[in-house]
């Protein structure tokens, strides 16, 4: 299968979330800490807090419509499919699976994100049946708007390859867009709609 087909399939992780900023930023760690100090610092970055709340909007699960650029032709690809989204570890984080098709190849996917507090980002995982790497994410929310923009590495045979993946809240769900990203140059590679059921 061609590269650029077996890359459609890491789009979904991102997937998702509008979600809020965190209270306070990190600071560095003082060496003069004693370790009960250190411990209940430690305590507080890994506790839970709004942006993991914000998370938990997205437990459920969906039914999705996706619309992809098929390379070198002049069709797009639309596919419907599901996606269930899971709490797991107290809330720390949610895990995406995902079942579709691509250009008629089943798709199979899953994913992990999460908000790090000590780097004020969340950050995710994504990986599926159409690759070996595993696409890495980071992002941030638009508290204004609702809209969560994120960017995405991962390897390939020809380098690292990376992308821009925005979602927007919509009344019943969320529509996910992923763009590849050439040096200063975007293009956007398809969108994913997904209907909470």
Known sequence: MQVASKLMGIFFLAVVVSVAAADEPAKPVDASLDSAAMEAMMAKLGAPGKPHEHLQKMVGKYKTISTWIIPGQNEESVDEGTAEFKS???????????????NG???????????????????GVWLDNMSTHILQTQGQLDEKTGVMNEEGTCSSPIGSMNFKMTTVPTEDGFVFTLSQVTGETATEMG???YVKQ
């Open 191 to 193: 969108k994913i709609k």
């Open 88 to 102: 797991i570890l107290g809330g720390r984080f949610v895990t995406q699976h995902f079942k579709s098709t691509y």
């Open 105 to 123: 190849q089943p798709m199979d996917g899953f994913g992990i994100m999460g908000y790090d507090n000590a780097q004020q980002k969340f950050v």
